[in-house]
């Protein structure tokens, strides 16, 4: 059996939550208090942080990895694509979330120029995804998944609005369609 140390307004969290969910991978999850940690989740992870998956004592901090876990441990269904070439772009994109999420957190701190960093990283985004239908490729998968929490927390606590960008739009409105995310929105949106 899997345990997963989770908390609900964690957007590291929200991807190990959704990778679960589209795997259909039974968990139980202990939920933790982010503003008043149990001093033993630091014999879990040194760094006090969440998510930590522990299965049979074993333990793995780091959402990135935990994902990439998930996806060799419950192969199905897939979510990172069969050829390598296109594995290793997925890779690169999820490697490359802090570009966006520095200045997420940035504007949650209320930093000048936030706003316009964020900006620059959503059309980013847009770019990239005018010219295929998902970020790690032809097919939804990990690089989605490694983005959506901050988008879907964006939108809903920071008022960003993503008018203007069409094809990031779109994407969302995609990715709402699969009740794994549909349940992330759904949570951020109870927080
Ligand atoms: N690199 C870690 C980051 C995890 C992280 O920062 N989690 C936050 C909650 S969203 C946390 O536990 N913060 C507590 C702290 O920083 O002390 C991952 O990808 O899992």
Redesign the pocket.
Known sequence: MLTLYD?P?????A?VRIVLAEKDVEVETVE?D?SD?PPWLYGKNA?????VLEEDGWLL????V?MEYLEERHPEPALLPADPAERALARLMIFRHDGFTRPYYALRRGEEGAREALDGELARLDAALAGRRWLGGAAYGLADIAYVPWLLRARESLGVELDGYDALSDWLARLLDRPAVAAEAALVAAL
């Open positions: 908390a307004r964690c957007p590291y969290c991807r933790i982010l940690r760094s006090g942080r969440v998510p901090p780091e959402s990135a935990i």
